[in-house]
């Protein structure tokens, strides 16, 4: 006895997605409507207090005028040039290990002037910088 194939024989079997898909999308929501989203207790951490004590780290300090003049650790600048300054921080930096400079500028200081400070610092090898405030004067 010999079995033909019939005419639908040549298609092969497909697993339909659909109600997987709707069942996965049910245990979603479900999972996600039953889900709470408290927060858990946190650590309680003692942070550490400061004191303005003197911090031993070496500082360089750079002084900008309002009209664009410039003074390292209280000595005036001949050359205003980016070059000069660049130059006159890596002899202050001389000596000292992993140098903070603190940019002391006027409030009419040119933004110009700032930024050439920076890039001098950058060109001179300095590479943690700080801005100089000052605080109101209590009434």
Excluded: C
């Excluded at 709470?36 to 031993?56: H, I, K, Y």
């Amino acid at each position: 006895m010999r079995f033909r194939p019939g005419p639908d024989a040549s298609d092969e079997p497909e697993i339909n997605l659909i109600p997987l898909i709707d069942v996965l999308l049910v245990l979603l929501i479900f999972l996600t409507a039953t889900t709470t989203f408290n927060r858990f207790s946190e650590l309680a951490v003692n942070l550490p207090q400061a004191a303005a004590q003197d911090t031993g780290i070496a500082e360089i300090s750079v002084e900008v005028a309002a009209d664009g003049r410039y003074a390292i650790q209280g000595s005036a600048l001949a050359q205003a040039s980016p070059d000069a300054l660049a130059q006159a921080l890596r002899s202050a930096a001389h000596g000292r290990d992993d140098p903070l400079l603190v940019i002391h500028a006027d409030a009419l200081a040119s933004h110009q002037a700032v930024v050439d400070v920076m890039q001098a610092a950058r060109a001179a090898g300095i590479a943690r910088l700080s801005f100089a405030a000052r605080q109101p004067a209590a009434p």
